[in-house]
């Protein structure tokens, strides 16, 4: 392939927490080694149905996920499959609807919890955690420094042309707390700092990295519809491709064609956003 890269998708974090508090995330833009804009979600802002327009490139209204409750695997062109099909290793460090959209559905706990499929035409390399009883008081997500190492293990491993990485931690906050109180300053400076030490390792073993969200959340803690918090969200990226200007305001339908023109995959038809990177 042409270039190795990284997506690490932080869920449910909005605009305003990503500039206030990533300190060392607008650090290295400031620093001049990463390039920062703003990224607008697909309508409904909803986690499944953005997880799904973030893989394939198409809105809601034509992959068919209208929310969390109508999961099932995607027949349509995705980064997994584009990458396999152009000679590429991926892997996924996820919540189980990735493995259950692009692999196979339903989830099978013991099946798919954790694999190894080098002949995989999608996920080759899958680690997947469910969040099986997760609510306001009871959030059941796993540790997110957990998360960054067993993606850079896998990294190591299998030599992974693309992996993505996908925490549910700031929306899980978010949805408990709302995103104005002291709770969430400290979860989010926290997230900052476990993720930090892993994107320079990440640089060194030749990697591209894409950090950014799947939606926001707006003042009650809120996301699925139509509004500044609960669509937009920051996008940083390291690497050595050309963007837009800073104040220009990505669509996340360009998210997948542009990992695909920067690995040298092949772009589907189905895939009509322009990408932002040369």
């Known amino acids: 392939m042409r270039r ?4 690490i998708i932080l869920d449910g974090v909005p605009l305003r927490n990503w500039r206030r508090l ?25 986690s499944a149905s953005c997880y799904a327009s973030i893989h394939t490139g198409v809105s809601p209204q034509v992959h068919g996920c209208t929310g969390n409750g109508n999961v099932f695997r995607i027949d349509m062109p995705d980064v997994f499959g584009q990458v396999r099909k152009a000679g590429g290793v991926t892997g996924a460090v996820t919540h189980s609807f990735w493995s259950e959209f ?3 559905a339903p989830f099978d706990l013991v099946r798919d919890i954790e694999y190894d499929e080098p002949d995989s ?17 009871n959030q059941m997500t796993p540790s997110d420094v957990d998360l960054f190492a067993t ?3 896998l990294c190591g491993r299998f030599g992974l042309d693309y992996g993505i990485l996908h925490t549910c931690t700031l929306d899980s ?5 709302f995103h104005d109180c ?12 476990m993720l930090a030490p892993f994107i320079p390792r990440w640089r060194a073993m030749g990697y591209e990295v894409i950090v950014t969200a799947d939606h926001g959340q707006d003042e009650r803690g809120h996301h699925g519809g139509r509004s500044e918090g609960q669509q937009e969200f920051a996008l940083y990226y390291f690497g ?7 104040d220009v305001t990505l669509d996340q339908l360009q998210l997948a064609p542009t990992i695909l023109k920067r690995l040298g995959a092949p772009i589907p038809d189905t895939m009509r956003a322009a990408p932002f990177l040369d």
């Open 4 to 7: 190795k890269l990284l997506l």
């Open 22 to 46: 990533f300190g060392n995330l607008e650090g290295w833009v400031d620093a001049g080694e990463a390039q920062s804009w703003t990224m607008r979600a697909v309508l409904p802002s909803i």
């Open 102 to 104: 692009f692999n196979r």
């Open 121 to 137: 035409d999608t996920i080759n390399h899958g680690r997947f955690h469910t969040m099986t009883g997760y609510g306001l008081v």
């Open 151 to 153: 993606l850079t293990m």
């Open 173 to 177: 906050m978010g949805h408990r707390y």
């Open 182 to 193: 002291q709770e969430m300053d400290h979860a989010c400076a926290v997230m900052d700092e």
């Open 240 to 246: 050595d491709g050309k963007g837009p200007a800073p």
